[in-house]
């Protein structure tokens, strides 16, 4: 069986909402599947030295420019969070525990969280905001923030984080690997696509 395409992800980038709304078409079009990770991306500027893209003199308000303009080529709705980035781990545990019961169910609920944030600029913080969210996917949003508190979803996240930048070298958000190819960047995914469709080169 063709094994998925790895799509690691961090809640609070923007190159990572843009990617979580074109992924999974692009898999689909060379039948395979995708398998989403949330890590902590932010874990990798103790390595790397850097910090977010949008506290860089200039480059900042590049980045900002470019979040929008990307969302539009593709025709995703985006709008620029009043505060950003903001703390991802609440929602990503939550995934995890929907994930280990229901694969797709945690992937619709990955895309609420992203919408949540860019396009209606909510606070993914908020256990209120994630409540809320839980239930217009009925699921029940006091087990979803119990699970998020829980030290089995904390292991995990922490597992994928540590084997993501440790063991994989991944380093930013969108990073997908294909078959062990490892891409970087939302504007990597039409060379996925392509990739896909020659069988490398």
Do not use: C
Request: no cysteine; aromatic share 14%.
């Amino acid at each position: 069986m063709t094994p998925p395409l790895e799509f690691y992800f961090d809640f609070s980038s923007p190159y990572g909402y843009i990617a979580a709304n074109r992924i999974d078409a692009i898999a689909a079009r060379h039948d395979r599947g995708v398998s989403w990770r949330p890590y902590l991306f932010g874990a990798t500027f103790k390595l790397t030295g850097g910090q977010p893209l949008v506290a860089y003199p200039m480059k900042g308000q590049y980045s900002i420019h470019d979040f929008a303009r990307s969302a539009r080529e593709h025709g995703i709705p985006f709008s620029m969070p009043a505060i950003h980035p903001l703390a991802t781990q609440t929602a990503a545990r939550a995934f995890y525990w929907l994930d280990a019961q229901d694969s797709g169910l945690a992937r619709d609920f990955a895309k609420s969280v992203y919408s949540a944030y860019f396009v209606d600029g909510l606070d993914i913080t908020d256990p209120a905001v994630l409540t809320t969210l839980a239930g217009s996917l009925h699921i029940d949003g006091a087990r979803l923030l119990a699970a998020a508190n829980d030290d089995v979803w904390k292991q995990k996240l922490r597992a994928v984080t540590d084997d993501a930048i440790g063991v994989r070298g991944v380093f930013g958000s969108p990073f997908v690997f294909v078959d062990g190819e490892p891409f970087w960047g939302a504007d990597r995914l039409d060379m996925i696509d392509r990739w896909l469709s020659r069988g490398g080169w």
